[in-house]
């Protein structure tokens, strides 16, 4: 499986902008697709996930905010992120995970959200 995000960039706070994950290889094997992302000095945390199924799950905080869609036509998964702050700054990282008898997990190279003004 192979990941390439795109999308990021500097917008203000407040501003919207939408992250984009196109998966090729063994999409088939795809259980879960993802978006972490890890800001300067800290873990890289869960934002949202979206299942092989369409269901989906957000960080808590970051629902209402933060839509995650898949386009299956296009193997490629979306992050809405609206009204955005400057603590969402961070590098934004696309994940597959493929479960089988191992849980394997595949990532994308990141992408750098800036929110500032």
């Known amino acids: 499986v192979q990941l390439q995000a795109s999308g990021g960039g500097l917008v203000q706070p407040g501003g919207s902008l939408r992250l984009s994950c196109a998966a090729s290889g063994s999409i088939a094997s795809i259980d879960v697709m993802a978006w972490y992302r890890q800001a300067p000095g800290k873990q890289r945390e869960l934002v949202a996930g979206?299942?092989?199924?369409?269901?989906?799950n957000y960080a808590g905080s970051l629902e209402g905010r933060f839509t995650i869609s898949r386009d299956n036509a296009k193997n490629t998964v979306y992050l809405q992120m609206n009204s955005l702050k400057p603590e969402d700054t961070a590098v934004y990282y696309c994940?597959?995970?493929?479960?089988?008898?191992?849980?394997?997990?595949?990532w994308g190279q990141g992408t750098q959200v800036t929110v500032s003004s």
């Open positions: 994940n597959a995970r493929v479960v089988t008898s191992r849980i394997y997990n595949y």
């Open positions: 979206i299942t092989s199924g369409g269901s989906t």
